[in-house]
């Protein structure tokens, strides 16, 4: 990736459009981003990195938090960027999410995050001003798209991009000072490690969660054999066996017990049978008692049936003559009536025949009547249309007198209209004069808001002063008490230590002998040796405990000194940012220009909305004037229509008047004359029909009654010889039956329901005498030579025998459950056995997998470390060449291979070999400027190592960031000739620094200059 144009709009410090054109810098340059602090020089990386990615160099800011307070509120932020990759040519540009001013109406709207990406077309020259054809859309608006495809350009990610093309030389310093922890946690953020520590976590979650759930089964186990009160399997086994061979036995006892209880129940419904047997018996010999004595009463019925059943043979005979009777009573009747009737008709027919003749002479008036009456039904149409047309002529006039008043109401509404259109016109010309005057509202606005930002900033930056000065106070008195606290911990090492070099006289002393040789001179005689002057003795271990106390001490005074300075260093910042904030306009002075801008602003939107609506009103009105005229020209139109039809109307009406009488011309008089037509001929027709039917109807009725007066009279006679004949008939057979006379017959007859009830109480004591019979038979057959038995004594002998079988149920029961409790406890204890060993061979390689990968080894050797030393061996190789160059072949880095501390991160101890001593020693040694040469090659080698591991990507662009300034003019040297060795194998290499030396050697610079109102970028080329 080689850069070609950058282009950056309010985007950090820089206020304005900044265009930086690389090819100008030369085909592949070494060249200085130079400017003081805060100017903007890594915002040029953080354009870079977000154009490419949509994230800074440092991860730390946001694309919406880039945006620059200079900038005017009508500005964008956004960085357009356009690279090389090989021979293709491409073009990215970003806009994070930001507030913009609305299109239409007053205030903001948010504007969500885009990005763009083209190709360039070959042959075309890379600008940003290219139009569709000279560039070919890759990605559009959504930025995730934009940023995957960048990444398969590039083949990087955002992470890989900052260690690959942008080297934080501090980060390097670090790595070479820090202790161990640090040092892991360096190596981490560099080669971004950090899924291999999610690694070891996994592992370990793994691994105490198979411990976890061994614990839990154990308490599960345990909580099992509690539950069955056992202690042990073997105890619960045991207990089983016990209990089994019991269980059989009582399982034996409740069957035989069972048995004999069926049998007692059996005995027992026998004698209740019997007893059942001897009870029916005494019932059955008093009911045949009770038969008895009803016998006498039986007969006396069963003869009362007899002469029932005799008299109903005559029934029929009796029934018929008292029918026959009753018809020739009714015959009498019949023709009584009938010739009644008969005699009343023929006196009436006189009268019928005089109004039926009369009836007859109505027929000429009849005919007269029908011919007035169609005369008059057609004079109705044409009355009808005289009517309607006297009302349309009413209409007409009506209607014609509203058109020639409402044309003259147009008149004066044209005219009004016409006026006032006049004075808003006036009106509108005289308020767009006094709109033109007030043009500078819009700046003044966007300058009461950069107003009121400064503000804010100042604020801001003055509360995080303070705050800083509070943070400083207080490091600043901490620091007091470290520095006394570690002056205390120096003093009692270094005493500690000179009491234990006094106390190795005493220690050798005390192994002298006599007449054997001292270690120390030889000698055989020992007349003076050391003597205890009781002072308690100081142990080597009790030194080395003071000295490491002391060490501690001063670390953390050290680090309360880069704290100390951080703080400084913020606080001086902070200070530079109020500096250059400027002094802010007071917040009375704000408020008031504020009111003073919303009167303004209010009453220029009063007369926008006033020219809006006097706009408004003028167009309305001139529709309105238009509408008028339209309606003025169709209603005088309409009057002259009106006019010839009314002329027209007036002729037809005249001629229809003349053709009907005039006291007909109303269609209420003429409908009155026919109705009055159509009464007179009904009643002459009702009259004609009445006298018609009443002749016929009365003709009809004499003929009737004269023929039911023969059928009468002959039913009379029929009936009369019928009733003789079922006479004598009747009274041969009473006699024959042997009833005395009809009195008799009759005393014998009974009804049906009384003959039935009878005859139904004679079958039933038949019926009852024959069971009773038949049943006392069968049971004294069934009873012979038995005797009642004992109830009672046998229901005590069967409930007692009950009652021990419930028991022994009762304790069979309880030792069943007993034994499958103790049975599904076996069970569940040996599944729990089961699953615990599957646990334990789990655990057999997931555990050793955990402890070895979290470094609990020979080596303390952790994975992340494991990874960590590979990838570190492989920049260690890259670096030592670079470093040898720069040192003239004096240093190469070294991995330390050995732990010599339990306790540190082994595996990651960087050492520094020097060729001038043949001794490996610690990178902390190291002066200022060897250490910024050895970061410098570490970063170069990571650049490299990670280059490699993407793939064989090679990138054509470094950026070095800070870091020359501890190096003297021969070192300065050598680290720009090494950077020039980059440069020549077609690499183009941008340091970052601020050093007046560099200046000096390097033609080719970008500087960025800090201003007031935001920074600006000036190319400076040989």
């Keep these: 990736m080689k850069p070609i144009l950058l282009a950056m709009q309010a985007f950090g410090p820089f206020a304005e459009r900044e265009v930086i054109d690389f090819r100008a810098l030369g085909e592949h340059p070494l060249f200085l981003i130079n400017g003081a602090t805060g100017a903007g020089k890594t915002t040029i990386l953080d354009a870079i990195s977000y154009a490419l990615f949509g994230k800074t160099t440092g991860a730390e800011r946001q694309g919406e938090q880039m945006r620059c307070h200079h900038a005017a509120v009508d500005v964008a932020t956004e960085v357009d960027f356009i690279f090389a990759i090989g021979t293709n040519i491409y073009r990215v540009q970003r806009l994070p999410t930001q507030w913009r001013p609305k299109l239409r109406g007053e205030g903001l709207k948010e504007d969500r995050a885009t990005a763009t990406l083209w190709q360039i077309t070959a042959g075309t020259e890379p600008t940003f001003d290219l139009n569709t054809d000279q560039q070919k859309l890759l990605a559009s608006r959504k930025v995730n798209d934009v940023t995957q495809h960048v990444e398969q350009l590039i083949g990087l990610k955002a992470d890989q991009f900052r260690q690959v093309v942008v080297l934080p030389q501090g980060k390097f310093r670090e790595l070479l000072t820090a202790d161990a922890g640090q040092r892991e946690d360096i190596f981490a953020q560099l080669f971004q490690t950090h899924r291999y520590l999610l690694i070891e976590e996994q592992l370990k979650e793994s691994a105490r969660e198979l411990r ?158 029908r011919r007035q009456l169609e005369q008059q039904r057609q004079w109705l149409p044409k009355l009808e249309s005289l009517q309607q047309m006297a009302t349309e002529q009413q209409q007409l006039a009506a209607k014609l007198t509203q058109d020639q008043r409402q044309l003259t109401e147009i008149d004066g509404e044209l005219q009004q209209q016409r006026e006032n259109n006049i004075h808003a016109q006036q009106q509108l010309d005289e308020l767009r004069t006094a709109l033109d005057q007030q043009t500078s509202l819009e700046a003044e606005q966007h300058q009461l808001t950069l107003w009121q930002q400064q503000r804010q900033r100042h604020e801001e930056l003055e509360r995080q002063q303070q705050q800083l000065r509070q943070q400083q106070q207080q490091l600043q008195q901490q620091l007091l008490a470290q520095r006394a606290t570690t002056h205390a911990a120096e003093q009692q090492s270094q005493h500690l230590e000179n009491r234990w070099y006094d106390q190795q006289a005493l220690t050798l002393a005390r192994t002298l002998e006599s007449g054997k040789p001292c270690p120390v001179c030889g000698a055989t005689e020992h007349p003076s040796p050391a003597h205890n002057q009781d002072e308690e003795l100081v142990e080597h271990q009790q030194v080395i405990a003071a000295r490491k106390t002391f060490q501690q001490e001063q670390q953390k005074q050290q680090q309360l000194e880069q704290q100390l300075s951080h703080s400084q260093n913020r606080l001086d910042l902070v200070q530079q940012q109020l500096h250059e904030n400027g002094e802010p306009k007071a917040p009375q002075q704000l408020d008031q220009l504020r009111q003073q801008l919303a009167a303004k602003t209010s009453h220029y939107q009063q007369q926008r909305r006033q020219l809006v609506r006097l706009n408004q009103q003028i167009s309305e009105g001139q529709q309105r004037l238009e509408q008028l005229g339209t309606k003025q020209r169709t209603l005088a139109e309409r009057i002259h229509q009106q006019q010839l039809q009314k002329q027209t109307a007036d002729e037809r009406l005249r001629m229809l008047r003349q053709e009907i009488p005039e006291d007909l011309r109303s269609a209420e008089q003429l409908q009155q004359s026919m109705s009055a037509l159509e009464h007179q001929l009904q009643q002459n027709l009702s009259r004609q029909r009445r006298a018609t039917e009443q002749r016929e109807q009365l003709l009809e009725q004499l003929s009737a009654v004269a023929s039911q007066l023969d059928s009468t009279g002959q039913q009379a006679k029929n009936v009369q010889q019928q009733h003789q004949h079922v006479e004598q008939k009747f009274q041969k057979q009473l006699q024959e039956l042997g009833f005395a006379s009809n009195n008799d017959y009759e005393s014998a007859r009974l009804s049906s329901g009384e003959y039935q009830q009878l005859e139904q109480q004679i079958a039933e004591f038949k019926q009852q005498v024959t069971r009773v019979d038949s049943l006392l038979f069968e049971l004294q057959q069934a009873l012979d030579g038995k005797q009642a038995p004992d109830i009672d004594a046998l229901q005590q002998q069967q409930q007692a025998a009950e009652s021990e079988r419930q028991r022994s149920e009762q304790d069979w029961l309880a030792l069943r459950d007993q034994c499958i409790q103790l049975e599904n406890v076996l069970k569940r204890v040996n599944n729990s056995k089961k699953q615990a060993e599957q646990l334990h061979k789990r655990y057999a390689v997931q555990g050793t997998l955990a402890d070895v990968a979290s470094g609990q080894n020979t080596q303390r050797l952790s994975l992340h470390r494991f990874v960590l030393s590979v990838l570190l061996d492989d920049v260690l190789n890259v670096a030592s060449e670079r470093l040898q160059q720069m040192t003239h072949g004096r240093y190469q880095l070294l991995r330390e291979q050995t732990v010599a501390d339990a306790r540190s991160a082994g595996g990651l101890t960087l050492l520094v070999e020097d060729a001038y001593t043949g001794q490996q020693r610690s990178t902390k040694t190291l002066s200022g400027g060897e250490g910024f040469m050895a970061a410098l090659a570490l970063a170069l080698g990571l650049s490299d190592v990670v280059q490699s591991y993407a793939g064989g990507i090679r990138l054509d662009t470094l950026f070095v960031d800070e870091g020359f300034g501890s190096l003297d003019d021969e070192a300065l040297d050598m680290a720009i000739n090494t950077l020039a060795e980059l440069r020549a194998s077609g690499r183009t290499i941008g340091i970052i620094s601020h050093v007046r030396e560099l200046k000096d050697r390097l033609q080719d610079r970008i500087d960025v200059i800090r201003e007031r109102s935001g920074s600006r970028i000036v190319m400076r080329t040989q």
Excluded: G
């Excluded at 006189?350 to 000429?364: F, H, I, N, P, S």
């Design 212 to 369: 976890q759930q061994m614990r839990q089964h154990e308490q599960n186990l345990q909580a099992l054999l509690d539950d069955a009160k056992v202690t042990s399997e073997q105890e619960l086994t045991e207990r089983l066996q016990q209990l089994r061979p019991q269980l059989s036995q009582l399982e034996q006892q409740k069957t035989s017990q069972a048995k004999a209880v069926q049998q007692l129940r059996s005995q027992l419904l026998q004698a209740q049978h019997v007893q059942k047997q001897f009870a029916q018996q005494q019932q059955l010999l008093s009911e045949r008692d009770q038969l008895r004595n009803r016998e006498p009463q039986i007969n006396t019925q069963q003869q009362r049936l007899e002469r029932a059943k005799k008299a109903q043979q005559l029934a029929a005979d009796s029934q018929h003559l008292a029918l026959l009777q009753q018809q020739s009573q009714e015959l009498r009747s019949r023709t009584e009536q009938l010739q009644t009737q008969q005699q009343q008709l023929s006196e009436s027919k006189q009268q019928v025949e005089q109004a039926y003749q009369r009836a007859l002479q109505l027929d000429d008036d009849n005919q007269t009547l």
